[in-house]
């Protein structure tokens, strides 16, 4: 699976000649903020690209009695959940949106990664630029071909709340925030409760990495965009978001620019903010 920019991104050029290849697996993993009341499932059994599933990250997560969103689930669910869905060893998966900017693309990119799955890859552009170059959709139901999935999980790619609060003190790793820069500083009304930023961490909006159509801009641009919000990409580097999604878009763009190891915090701001005791701070990094 290749591409001029990254083997992490398929063009739709490619995805439309590979679209009937036995070895490649479709997924819309759309997903939208609760406030937008928008039903992803119902616009997917609308129009889908032809042969996709729909991976669902609110369902494939951990126990439903959590206390916070989508968090990840073990090894044993995550393996039952895609495994019906067709998703498994051997299958190169491209993995795409209903909107531009990825979002829960990118989540589930680094879901797949996490538990072992490297030939995987996001859409660039997503279901605009599919529909916006006249390519085939349908909403035929796309029939299950379960296959296994053998999960093997990278504990690197993943940040809990404790080694978060425990990198407040020692700094060891470069925390970077995808919120919007009015969230980061505290300046705008916070879904989760707390307003502000874990203290050291650094702002990037998810959207500085995305060209006006959501495709992905270049490595030098993903790599400047970094620079400029204080992030060196030689170093460790871990995304953090409101509730672990635009943070993966980071970790997909920092992936682009050659960080291939970007951890994501699993709970993000969700956590970090209804959790009693986190430290916080205000205003600019």
Request: aromatic content about 8%; some cysteine.
């Amino acid at each position: 699976m290749t591409n001029p920019t990254s083997d992490a991104l398929v063009s739709t050029q490619w995805l439309a000649d590979h679209l009937d290849a036995p070895d490649v697996r479709v997924v819309d993993a759309s997903w939208y903020m609760p406030a937008q009341n928008i039903n992803a499932r119902e616009i997917y059994n609308a129009q889908h690209i032809p042969g996709a599933v729909f991976f669902d990250i609110d369902e494939i997560a951990a126990d439903d009695s959590a206390p916070l969103p989508h968090m990840m689930p073990d090894a044993i669910k995550f393996s039952a959940k895609v495994r019906k869905l067709g998703l498994g060893d051997g299958v190169r998966i491209v993995v795409y949106g209903q909107t531009g900017s990825a979002l829960a693309a990118c989540r589930v990119w680094w879901m797949l990664r996490h538990f072992g799955h490297h030939d995987v890859a996001v859409l660039d552009g997503g279901l605009p630029k599919w529909l916006a170059e006249n390519r085939p959709v349908t909403d035929a139901p796309t029939p299950p071909r379960e296959r296994h999935f053998t999960a093997r999980a990278n504990s690197f790619l993943l940040r809990e709340y404790d080694q978060v609060l425990a990198n407040v003190k020692s700094k060891r790793e470069q925390l970077v925030d995808a919120r919007a820069t009015e969230r980061f500083t505290g300046d705008a009304d916070e879904p989760w409760g707390k307003a502000g930023h874990v203290p050291g961490s650094r702002n990037l909006p998810f959207d500085r990495l995305l060209n006006a159509d959501g495709t992905f801009k270049d490595a030098d641009a993903i790599r400047t965009a970094f620079q400029d919000a204080g992030v060196n990409l030689d170093k460790s580097v871990v995304a953090s978001c409101g509730s672990g999604v635009t943070a993966c878009v980071l970790a997909l763009g920092a992936y682009i620019a050659g960080k291939k190891e970007v951890a994501v915090y699993d709970g993000s701001w969700a956590e970090w903010a209804s959790t009693e005791g986190s430290p916080v701070d205000k205003g600019p990094a």
